[in-house]
């Protein structure tokens, strides 16, 4: 392809984007294709010569479009949204172009003063006092790694890198049952391993982990010659929206000098309201705190940033080349690879820079103030309705309801009877110990009618009383 091919087509897809978002009301939001359908209709085996695009395109739009799941639907109500507001896919498609590695300042100065910028635009979004500096990881997952890495190398006086796990004296990580498996998944990948993760019992009506269950927990593993590492709390959990006390749960952690970090992957976009900050009073304790801008904000996928008190930790646990450690950031020079697990990273900032610009902060509160109200009012309008319970109360905009009377079984039929008809997406989760069906209001271009219509459609779903 030569670049006034690339040209031609740029502008027919950009145009087939805009239609594409136009009609998506008018699609089935979940794929309704069979397993393996999709593998079966592509060759076996790879092409030995060209094909032009018009065959490449055409075969698009026939074998790859019928098999998605469309998450930028406005009626995607499952997990949460990944949105992609039409500012950040824009930065998206010029950042493809540049096709920049932003490993280094030197690689990418403006990739990396960006981030710098961007990161601090976030921080005071959110709220968060200047002590804190931010980094764009690509996921939450790879944040919190970063963050128990932290607590493993700190609690090992900064050995383990070096000298290994074995033969050290167990490291204890301390959480609720209530947060993602991305936390299973770090400590793995740590070699903490999972046995080592003390799940801390929850209490009140946002399940925070006990406070003075976790001062115990940590005591008793301290007098077992246990080396209590880190506490991770959350603030919005996967299945239900948890928030843990932060006030009093980093207190403990302070007072046994641990290393804290807050996963607010979903629920810290919300944040950017002032109103909603009482989730997570006492966040200004932590060490470490991640969310996705890529979530709830906007910013097209991916974009996780992570805030951290003191740098120099994460640094010290990930840098190569630790002679960086005496200077970064001090003549102005950050190397972003040295706080993350990846070396390569890819120009991320830019969409947070075009899509801050393009709403304002006050146009982005806007849409997660709505979708907060007519999910609530979705809530009440179920609990109204004689048939249904709500399980967990809303936290912003996720609740978890049940059909009264029905087990667990006829719930997840339920779920995929509503999934098939594809008016709407929705998931179910497991809470104490059975099966609620899952609702959260997030996707970018939703409106007050799209959540009435999930109403409506559930309503329909749910039977005569
Ligand atoms: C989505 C989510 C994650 C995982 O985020 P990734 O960026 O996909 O790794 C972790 N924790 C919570 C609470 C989440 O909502």
Known sequence: MNWSEFARWGARISDWAANYHGGLRDKPVRAQTAPGSIAAALPATPPESGTDMEAIFSDFETLVMPGMTHWQHPRFFAYFPANAAPPSMLAEFLVTTLAAQCMLWQTSPAATEVETVMADWLRQALGLPDSFQGVIQDSASSATLAAVLVMRERALNWTGNTAGLSGQKLLRIYCSGEVHT?????????????????????????????????????????????????????????????????????????????????????????????????????????????????????????????????????????????????????????????????????????????????????????????????????????????????????????????????????????????????????????????????????QFDATREDVETAGAVISEFAGAS
């Open 182 to 442: 991305s936390i299973d998944r770090a400590i793995w990948i740590s070699g903490i391993g999972s046995d080592n993760l003390v799940r801390i019992p929850t209490k009140g009506p946002l399940r925070s982990m006990d406070p003075e269950a976790l001062a115990a927990a940590i005591e008793a593993d301290k007098a077992a010659g246990h080396v209590p590492a880190g506490v991770i709390a959350c603030t919005g959990g996967t299945s239900t929206g948890a928030c843990d006390d932060l006030k009093k749960v980093l207190a403990v952690a302070r007072a046994h000098g641990l290393y804290s970090h807050v996963d607010a992957a979903w629920a810290g976009s919300a944040m950017i309201c002032p109103e909603f900050r009482t989730l997570w009073d006492g966040v200004e304790d932590a060490d470490s705190i991640v969310f996705n801008p890529h979530k709830w904000l906007g910013a097209q996928f991916d974009c996780s940033l992570q805030f951290l008190k003191d740098p120099d930790s994460l640094v010290r646990t990930l840098a190569i080349r630790p002679e960086f450690l005496k200077t970064h950031g001090a003549d102005g020079i950050i190397n972003y690879s040295e706080w993350s697990v990846p070396l390569g990273r890819r120009f991320r900032a830019l969409k947070i820079w075009f899509l801050i610009r393009s709403y304002g902060l006050e146009g982005l509160r806007q849409r997660i103030r709505n979708h907060v109200a007519w999910s609530c009012a979705l809530a009440e309008r179920l609990r109204e309705d004689g048939r249904f319970e709500i399980v967990t109360e809303p936290v912003l905009s996720l609740f978890t309801f049940r059909r009264k009377g029905w087990d667990d079984d006829a719930h997840i039929a339920f779920v995929n009877a509503i999934n098939d008809d594809g008016r709407i997406y929705l998931t179910q989760t497991h809470t104490g110990g059975r099966i609620a069906v899952r609702f959260q209001a997030g």
